[in-house]
């Protein structure tokens, strides 16, 4: 019931900011009647298409379903734009009355009108393409130094791969996992890092996209944490899933490794949100430590969302890898992430412990990427005397 009222009002503004963007833009195209009318019906038409395209996961039919969700999720990436460009317009309008009322007949205020309500279309039709360009295309590698205190001689030079928020499902399927596996497999990593948001639909749906994950190969072994996705998509058989495919899912828990005769610690939490949905799984950074060898200088904790650092800190770690955020994926939602998360993107520190947060590997909900490149992130662990 909750979830349908929350679904009711996000169509409600939905169709607010359609109006929004149709009675600032439309009026001001110089396409004539029969023009206007035609971007009218395609302003109806995409509010229709986008929830639409967010429900069709639902949908009997999978190559039907499928179809849907790219042409809603399309519709979204562009609209998305399209409100953005509105309103950046509106401000430069706004700009440019100022500027004429000071200092008058400096601008031609007319053909600013036009001119900009051309650009909104234009712009956003390119900012679109260039975006599903860069979101369809593989990952690059981004490789990152992680410069550690104290760090034991045998443990400098450790490499871990981290992946994180593929989002498998309708727009993504095994051709695009398939593709990251031997990107992951060609680094030759000690340790394989998945933090979370693999999917996005259940296991009877996308169980033969998520096969390729059984070829990633790393001399430690490969270690998976759940996100909040994997809560929306049957949490329980997921992990059975994950399982299967031979990858080692940390529910609050952790392994001792050992490189060059050193050990270390790799741990694993639940996701910040998991408790809600079943509170067996509520993510507990100290209870991952439990009966840990206390003598091991350096301990990782995969968790999927940055926020989870604020209580890891205090729980000893050295370093926390983290998703969740996309970077931001597209303009200007890199700006809102700090309104829930510490971390928006890259390294930095909290205190005593360093935080990785990658931009993801895959993309959640448009095909699309701007400023926010995806990326297979490959960190490797170095003495800070050596910087």
């Not at 998945?194 to 994950?213: F, K, N, W, Y």
């Not at 729980?315 to 510490?342: C, D, E, I, K, M």
Request: proline share 5%; aromatic share 8%; hydrophobic share 50%.
């Amino acid at each position: 019931m909750r979830r349908s009222s929350f679904f009711t009002r996000a169509i409600l503004i939905g169709v607010l900011l359609h109006i929004y963007v149709g009675l600032r833009v439309i009026p001001e195209l110089p396409i004539g009647l029969p023009g206007k009318l035609l971007a009218a019906c395609a302003l109806v038409l995409s509010c229709c298409l986008i929830p639409l395209g967010m429900l069709a996961r639902t949908f009997e039919g999978r190559a039907h379903a499928d179809r849907i969700a790219w042409i809603g999720l399309i519709a979204m990436g562009l609209f998305s734009s399209l409100l953005v460009f509105t309103f950046l317009r509106d401000l430069v309008l706004a700009s440019a009355l100022t500027v004429d009322a000071l200092w008058h007949h400096t601008l031609s205020l007319d053909e600013w009108r036009v001119d900009t309500a051309v650009a909104v279309p234009v712009l956003a039709a390119l900012s679109t393409a260039i975006g599903f360009v860069n979101a369809r295309r593989r990952a690059g590698v981004v490789a990152v130094d992680v410069p550690i205190d104290d760090l034991p001689a045998a443990l400098d030079g450790l490499t871990i791969v981290q992946i994180s928020d593929i989002h498998v499902g309708p727009t993504i399927k095994a051709r695009y996992v398939d593709a990251i596996v031997d990107a992951v497999n060609r680094l030759e990593p000690d340790v394989i890092a998945v933090t979370g948001d693999i999917v996005d639909g259940s296991v009877a749906q996308l169980a033969s996209h998520t096969e390729p994950l059984r070829r990633l190969t790393a001399r430690y072994g490969t270690y998976l944490v759940t996100g909040n996705h994997e809560y929306y998509s049957g949490a329980a058989q997921w992990i059975a899933e994950f399982d299967r495919l031979g990858l080692h899912v940390l529910l609050n828990e952790h392994v001792v490794l050992e490189h060059r005769g050193t050990p270390f610690i790799v741990a694993g939490v639940t996701d910040y949100s998991a408790g809600h949905f079943d509170e067996t799984h509520r993510s507990d950074p100290a209870a991952a430590l439990a009966d840990a060898p206390s003598d091991v200088r350096i301990k990782v904790l995969l968790a999927h969302q940055p926020r989870t650092a604020l209580i890891a800190a205090d729980a000893g770690y050295t370093l926390q890898l983290s998703g969740h955020t996309h970077g931001g994926q597209f303009f200007p939602w890199n700006f809102f992430v700090r309104l829930q998360q510490p971390f928006t993107a890259g390294l930095a520190k909290l205190g005593p412990l360093w935080v990785y947060t990658s931009r993801g590997t895959g993309y959640w909900g448009p095909p699309k990427r701007l400023g926010a490149p995806s990326e297979i992130t490959r960190l490797r662990l170095v003495s800070s005397a050596a910087n």
